[in-house]
């Protein structure tokens, strides 16, 4: 494993990802599962790009390695190709014909090696996120190190925000921000759409003046068809994917001439797209999640070169389960994640996690990093398996 660097080293190398490189847990993939399986949202999560389905298919992966050291993780992918080009039915083919076929029965150095081995295969990245976590998992168990440790996190507990859907009404929208500020959430996004922005954002603002408030768009917008003064006058945080994630030159425009922040997600769809963006100067944040990136190391060398320009960046979320929030807190415990993170408690989606125990918010508005090696939360196999509507194991495949 690469030296401990301290934490005033990793502010000034940024070097999370060579860190994360040099992790040496030798692994060979003895047996690989996937399973899909139904989530039942126990509310429509209403946004720019409509409302979602009622059952989300989670795909969900583990990795035996020849020691019997087991590792998940999850593709928290959609059912349409709206906020990116991947899919459920995509995503397990790339994992079932492309991915897995390639990692089984080899043996690498460590999870850095393993995901060098799909590094020319474009796009996947869900897949991908979902096979190097589960690397990692295994190799946080054989080291016997929590993910935070083994990937130099510096934060115990991560401060989280809540993402809230477009509502049927102001009234009810209030009465939900009211009860998630009551919980502790110190940042409340609210998702906006043509019809449904400044009224909401208004509404919120003068009733919680003091509250960390976002608004994120998801690329409802185009530059010239939104209501960027009067979202400029409200004092947000930041507003998030207002364009086309394409629309790289159209976000630099829009950024120049507003005060508040501009934060990349769509946009922000790989590390050399990330890179290019921030040099255009199309947003001057950045939401870092692993499953649109493709993995954690994309995810941390992101991290890392944010943290040289002095970018600040958060941890997003994609609706997961346990299992991959179990990556997103240890990843959120860098050091510059320094805005809340989308980290809601699986209750507030799903009737039931994936994992036992699962996590919650403390009243000041925090979660607790996971200390736990492997997955940062125990999977029940059951829950995952029980439900499943599609399995495949690479000993049956052939
Ligand atoms: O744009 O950040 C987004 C959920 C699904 C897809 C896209 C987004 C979101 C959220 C929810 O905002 C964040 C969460 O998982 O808590
Ligand atoms: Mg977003």
Known sequence: MATSPTVDDDRLTSGHLDRLRGVEAPVRVKRAEVFMLPLSLRRTFRSAYGASAPVKRAIVVRLEDADGIAGWGEAPVFERPLFGVDTAESTWSALVDLILPI?????????????????????????????????????????????????????????????????????????????????????????????????????????????????????????????????????????????????????????????????????????????????????????????????????????????????????????????????NLALASLPGFTLHADMSPARIFYAEDLVEPTFEISSDGCIEVPTRAGNGFPVVRERVERPAMRRWTSESAG
């Open 103 to 327: 990692v089984v029965d080899r043996s690498f150095s460590g999870p850095a090696e393993l995901a060098g081995s799909w590094a020319s295969f474009l796009g996947q990245h869900y897949a991908k996120c979902a096979v190097e976590s589960a690397a990692w998992a295994i190799a946080s168990e054989r080291l016997g190190v929590p993910l935070v440790s083994l990937w130099g996190g510096v934060r115990e507990r991560v401060p989280v925000g809540e993402s809230l859907p477009i509502h049927e009404t102001l009234d009810h929208l209030l009465d939900e921000v009211a009860l998630r500020v009551k919980e502790g959430f110190g940042r409340i996004k609210l998702k906006i759409a043509p019809g449904w922005d400044v009224s909401p954002a208004s509404a919120v603002k003068a009733a919680f003046p003091q509250l960390p408030l976002s608004v994120d768009g998801n690329c409802g917008y185009s530059l010239d068809s939104g209501p960027w003064h009067e979202l400029d006058e409200l004092e947000l945080v930041m507003i998030e994917q207002p364009l086309p994630g394409d629309a790289l030159v159209e976000m630099s425009m829009l950024q120049e001439r507003l005060r508040t922040p501009l934060c990349l997600d769509e946009s922000a769809s790989s590390y050399n797209v990330t890179h290019t963006a921030l040099h255009v100067k199309a947003g001057r944040i950045v939401n870092i999640k692993p499953p649109r990136l493709g993995g954690i190391l994309p995810s941390v060398a992101i991290h890392d070169l944010c943290m040289q320009r002095e970018i600040p960046v958060w941890c997003g979320g994609m609706l997961e389960t346990g299992i991959g929030r179990g990556f």
